[in-house]
């Protein structure tokens, strides 16, 4: 799936076909909900861009930090055993719990982006 993306955000592209129109929300949002519409895909990217940038001066205008789409932080929750496991895992290949579990994850993403025809390696 692609995404708008604008001043460090990203937003989903759909079509209701009872509205007969494009719509979409930013994604990774924890609490602000910011959503747009559109008839064509240049209204959508439009309102896309307003509402994103109609976000930030409300943020500004209340002397707010606007929130950014994922922080980076990630309340995961896993069985005890999982849990353990990982632990002994971690601990037996001398990392953390928090790089191994980046690390799995990682090799996960790589296989479903070659799976799903989309590179996810970095460029340099």
Known sequence: MDFLKYKGYKGSVEYSEKDNCLFGKVQGMSKDLILYEGATLEDLRADF????????????????????????????????????????????????????????????????????GKSSKKRS
């Open 49 to 116: 861009e307003a509402a994103v940038d109609d976000y930030l001066e409300g943020c500004r205008a209340e002397g707010v930090e606007p929130k950014k789409p994922y922080s980076g932080v990630l309340n995961l929750r896993m069985s005890p055993e999982l849990h353990s496991q990982v632990a002994v895992v971690a601990a037996t290949s001398g990392t953390s719990i928090n790089e191994y579990i980046n690390v799995a994850i990682s090799h996960q993403l790589q296989e479903d982006m070659v799976q799903y």
